[in-house]
């Protein structure tokens, strides 16, 4: 243990009240939303002027305040983001927390120094991942929650980023960032912090009971802060935002206490008193508790199942009583009272970094005509220090001769002194107004522009100037799964491009299809690399890089730890990014341009007008069961046992919808899709002049039979240009046109 280190305690405020709770009970920074951007739209957000006093009382008390900007937004919105950061900037807000990378570039771009914390929705689960983002100006990581300790010791220890990592609060089952369950069948994006929760709710299994199959416990990891220190973890953060002052004030307390107690007394004396799990875990209870992924892979004993019918909860007579946890910063003060010369006070404060002498001069003390001023009446009034954020620790009052001053000069000269030493502690904090910055997109941190690789490029022109393909250069892109997808999707001419799924890309009787099929004219094939991209997920790649290079053409990717690790391979052909690296915005498209990817998949949550915002270079999905989830526990360890072997099996709704659920076993992860398929044959005419790089299908669940009938109504419809309707059964138009808020 490194007794030097300092373990930040990060507190969640999603109210003032929240907020003064947190500094009260020792918390050594907390996370805010404003009014926009944050993922978390329903907690009470402060608006401008009370979030700059809110910085500025942040910084009174010596601890640290981060914004939170982490959600997807719009070419719309973004606008407006250096409106919004501005007055946070100048009052010296230390951090904000970002998912969107075109977020990332443009603060980087417009707000030199305010430092980048990538928000744990960006699921960053490896070192290359954290490295990607450190060469892209973050400075501090939230990992992926499903990593173990190794792999977060193993960033830690590889790329020497700040690493902050949820110790305590719920839990989300998909990975963050990675799902769209309430946006698909609610309107209620996660993403935009809307999300309604629909995982708390009962899902049954292939005939069984139904139970909250995707309801985790609360994390309470106070037994592991040890192991979390030692791991290299700089920053437990609390999550709770939505909870109330006096939750906030208990586990912050707590966690305080414990980190407290192991840097005092080391691993030997640590030991977590029964009555304070008790008071811990007793200050809010909805499923009870796990310690999470820290120790484990996944689990049924990590979900809660059913809503407990007695939930444990601390007496009222034990709750925290206390309403008003106002803190005081503690000055010494000197206050010169001599007859015949201006009075004069003295203030002293200790701050963390340096220490702030004042000395302010009021009125002429005058000579008594009555009674002298007495000393403990002076000392009384100075004392008054009402509502600004000091109190007297010492208080010396120096006084010679009969003098007077009359209270409300007193009062004064302790206001205007109080109000100085203010001035000067913030002062340190403020910046300046930052020149207007250069719209040319930043180079990566060591001041290398990456290269872009492939030779197919992004379009910059307006979807009305890019010359479509034909029938001959084929329109229409797939993705498939296995390989009876594969041999219907070959025998259609329409098809360009084929995504082969990375589970059977390797396989040998598929890359014999592969290499079969290869001469036929525009037919090219790309592996779909995973949804998560962890060490199993590695290994594997690690061992079949060689064969990737030989016989695909490119690769589609889903996340940036695959980007870095092929980047670090220096691969030499065509990347495309999946939707799920949301391109939102035109700095995001911008970004991932920079990085070398040759084109993108354009994002399920924005509705057809933002699409076309976007302009070209980008596939539009058109069919498909689309994943709504990605997550590292597994349905079917939890309803059964785990055979190590992929499959499919059906989540059904209490409304009786089903959901696909894929085990990925080769990587350890589950996708669950979405209960209908997006279909888009009837929209055809209206989407080919905005999307004329093409468009995709996504195959998952569908045998061979149902794939070809699918490709020829696509055909039809986006090739042949006929109006096909929709064939008779339940589908979705997904988010084209309603969108998300």
């Keep these: 243990m490194d007794c030097n280190r300092k373990t930040e305690i990060l507190a969640p405020a999603g109210s003032v009240a929240s907020m003064e709770a947190a500094l009260c009970a020792g918390a050594d920074a907390v996370y805010m939303g404003g009014s926009m951007f944050g993922a978390r739209a329903y907690a009470d957000n402060p608006d401008e002027e009370l979030l700059l006093k809110v910085i500025d009382y942040v910084h009174l008390h010596g601890r640290k305040i981060y914004l939170t900007v982490n959600t997807l937004l719009k070419d719309s919105e973004l606008a407006g983001l250096g409106d919004y950061l501005m007055p946070y900037y100048l009052q010296g807000l230390d951090a904000v927390i970002v998912q969107d990378v075109g977020v990332m570039q443009y603060i980087r771009r417009h707000f030199p120094g305010l430092a980048l914390h990538v928000s744990t929705q960006a699921a960053v689960t490896n070192e290359p991942g954290a490295a990607f983002f450190k060469e892209a100006g973050a400075e501090r990581i939230v990992p992926a929650r499903e990593l173990s300790l190794g792999e977060i010791r193993r960033m830690k220890e590889k790329t020497g980023l700040e690493i902050e990592c949820f110790v305590h609060g719920a839990m989300c089952y998909c990975y963050s960032g990675q799902c769209l369950l309430s946006s698909m069948i609610g309107g209620r994006s996660g993403n935009r912090g809307q999300c309604a929760q629909p995982c708390r709710l009962p899902y049954q299994v292939q005939g069984k009971r139904p139970a909250e199959l995707l309801s985790l416990k609360d994390l309470s990891a106070v037994d592991l802060i040890p192991d979390l220190i030692d791991a290299g973890i700089d920053s437990f953060k609390i999550e709770g935002r939505m909870k109330q002052p006096d939750y906030v004030y208990t586990v912050v307390s707590m966690y305080r206490k414990y980190v407290d107690l192991y840097f005092e007394k080391g691993r030997s004396g640590y030991k977590v008193k029964g009555e304070d799990r008790d008071d811990l875990e007793g200050a809010y209870t909805r499923r009870g508790y796990t310690t999470g992924y820290y120790m484990r892979q996944n689990g049924r004993e990590m979900l809660s199942l059913s809503r407990p019918k007695e939930q444990k909860s601390i007496p009222e007579k034990e709750r925290t009583s206390r309403t008003d946890y106002k803190i005081k910063e503690k000055i010494k003060g000197k206050f010169i009272f001599s007859e015949g010369k201006y009075a004069t006070l003295c203030l002293e404060y200790k701050g963390k970094h340096r220490t702030i002498y004042k000395e302010i001069s009021g009125e002429?003390?005058?000579?008594?005509?009555?009674?002298?001023?007495?000393?403990?009446?002076?000392?009384?009034?100075?004392?008054?220090?009402?509502?600004?954020?000091?109190?007297?620790?010492?208080?010396?009052?120096?006084?010679?001769?009969?003098?007077?001053l009359p209270m409300q000069a007193v009062n004064a000269l302790r206001r205007e002194g109080l109000l100085a030493l203010r001035d000067e502690i913030l002062e340190d904090c403020r910046r300046e107004k930052p020149e207007m910055a250069d719209d040319r997109k930043p180079e990566m941190t060591d001041g290398r522009r990456p290269e872009i690789t492939g030779d197919r490029k992004f379009s910059d022109r307006a979807p009305d100037t890019v010359q479509a393909r034909s029938l001959e250069e084929g329109f229409l892109e797939a993705v498939v799964q296995t390989r009876e997808q594969l041999r219907a999707v070959l025998s259609c001419d329409a098809v360009s491009l084929v995504y082969v799924e990375g589970s059977i890309a390797f396989d040998r009787d598929t890359l014999k299809i592969v290499k079969n099929a290869g001469g036929k004219p525009q037919k090219q094939f790309f592996a779909a690399m995973p949804y998560i991209f962890r060490e199993r997920a590695v290994s594997w790649y690690e061992r079949v890089y060689e064969i990737l290079l030989r016989e695909y053409d490119g690769v589609l990717i889903r996340n940036f730890e695959s980007l870095s690790w092929l980047k670090r391979k220096k691969y030499p052909k065509r990347m495309v990014s999946d939707s799920n690296m949301y391109v939102f915005n035109r700095e995001s498209k911008d970004f991932i341009r920079q990085c070398g990817l040759s084109g993108f998949t354009f994002p399920a949550e924005l509705n057809l007008r933002e699409l076309t915002a976007l302009g070209g270079g980008g596939i539009l999905t058109v069919y498909g069961y689309q994943p709504v989830m990605i997550t590292a526990n597994c349905i079917k360890k939890t309803t059964g046992t785990c055979d190590g072997h992929n499959g499919v099996l059906f989540l059904t709704d209490r409304r009786g919808k089903k959901f696909a659920v894929k085990n990925e076993c080769q990587y350890c992860y589950n996708v669950i899709y979405n209960c209908a398929p997006l279909m888009l044959t009837d929209l055809a005419s209206e989407l080919q002049p905005v999307f004329p790089e093409g468009v995709r299908l996504d195959f998952s669940i569908e045998g061979e039979k149902k794939v070809r009938e699918i490709l020829t109504l696509y055909e039809e419809a986006f090739v042949k240009k006929r109006q096909v309707k929709p064939p008779a059964g339940e589908y979705t138009r997904g988010h084209l046109k309603r969108g998300v808020k």
């Excluded at 005058?366 to 009402?386: D, F, I, M, S």
């Excluded at 954020?389 to 003098?403: C, Q, Y």
């Design 364 to 404: 002429r003390v005058q000579t008594a005509v009555k009674a002298p001023l007495e000393r403990e009446r002076l000392e009384k009034q100075l004392r008054k220090t009402g509502d600004t954020a000091f109190v007297f620790e010492d208080l010396e009052i120096l006084m010679e001769g009969n003098g007077f």
